[in-house]
């Protein structure tokens, strides 16, 4: 059915962003720069790490 195809769609989706976000946290990881915002590049907080490794941004930055 439809709404089936809808929610494979939906999953396919979001595995794949999680993929890229994954892959980009690799990929600052090697380049030495993870961990610091993309937007004022202070450092983002373990605790915001540990709960969101793929972060981009420091809490003061994502509000």
Avoid: N, W
């Avoid at 946290?25 to 969101?52: H, N, Q, T, W």
């Amino acid at each position: 059915p439809a709404e089936a195809d809808d929610i494979s769609l939906a999953i396919r989706h979001r595995t794949e962003v999680a993929r890229d976000e994954a892959q980009e946290a690799i990929r600052k990881i090697d380049a030495g720069v993870y961990g610091a915002c993309e937007l004022c590049a202070a450092p983002i907080s373990f605790d915001r790490l540990e709960a969101m490794p793929t972060t981009r941004h420091c809490r003061a930055c994502a509000t």
